[in-house]
């Protein structure tokens, strides 16, 4: 099974930082990565879909980038309402798996 | 646009059979949905992919549970279910039905609001 493995799990940032959230794969997933976002009590939402391909309606300050093994989920200019949990997700092969998530908190 | 909708019992008894059904709406499970998902979170933990049954028939499952999991469709219901047998208190989550809408993405793109299943004697 491929396990994906987040940094950090717990983030503190302010309204208008950048931040980073890493996720790796322990074995290629090729451009099969996907990031949720998660907020309490709701169910996940999709961002980005194919490393770094953004879902429709997704604001254009989250991208994501990364090959193989390596990925990340950038924020640019974080705002208020990013503050939640996100997952990466790889659907390379079953099973598949998400990662801890990482949790950005207000600072 | 496609919507899902998770339902089924809120209490289920060890060492009984847990059976979820997630029906779909704005669209025909045939055609507008694919890669029919189950998803579950035990609460304060992250996500745990349960398994998918994709239009074509194949079904695959998470190593930890298949053992004890079955997910079908049924096209004349416009829904897909989750059969978890044998279930104990680790079951106990909320639990989340998603597929896909747009085959070029492929993720998770739409997902229910999620059902709460505690297991508990």
């Known amino acids: 099974d491929i396990q994906m493995t987040q940094s950090p799990s717990t983030l503190s940032a302010s309204v208008g930082d950048r931040v980073t959230i890493t996720c790796r794969a322990s074995q290629t997933v090729f451009h099969w990565l996907a990031w949720y976002q998660q907020k309490p009590g709701k169910a996940p939402r999709l961002l980005i879909y194919k490393v770094s391909s953004l879902e429709t309606g997704v604001p254009s300050r989250f991208s994501g980038s990364g090959s193989g093994t390596e990925f990340t989920l950038t924020i640019n200019s974080l705002q208020p309402d990013d503050f939640a949990t996100y997952y990466c997700q790889h659907y390379y092969a079953a099973p598949r798996a998400f990662g801890q998530g990482t949790k950005v908190e207000i600072k | 646009q496609v919507q899902l909708q998770e339902s089924g019992p809120g209490l289920v008894r060890p060492p009984q059979t847990l059976s979820l059904t997630c029906s779909v709406s704005?669209?025909?499970?045939?055609?507008?949905?694919?890669?029919w998902t189950w998803v579950r979170q035990a609460a304060g933990t992250g996500l745990e992919w349960i398994g998918r049954?994709?239009?074509?028939?194949?079904?695959t499952y998470n190593p930890s549970l298949e053992s004890r999991v079955t997910i079908s469709v049924d096209t004349s219901r416009n829904e897909f279910s989750l059969r978890l047998t044998s279930v104990t208190a680790a079951d106990t989550a909320v639990y989340y039905c998603?597929?896909?809408?747009?085959?070029?993405?492929?993720?998770?793109?739409?997902w229910g609001r999620g059902t709460t299943v505690t297991v508990s004697s």
């Open positions: 049954l994709e239009y074509i028939g194949t079904s």
């Open positions: 704005g669209g025909s499970i045939n055609g507008d949905i694919d890669y």
């Open positions: 998603g597929g896909t809408t747009k085959n070029y993405v492929r993720a998770l793109d739409v």
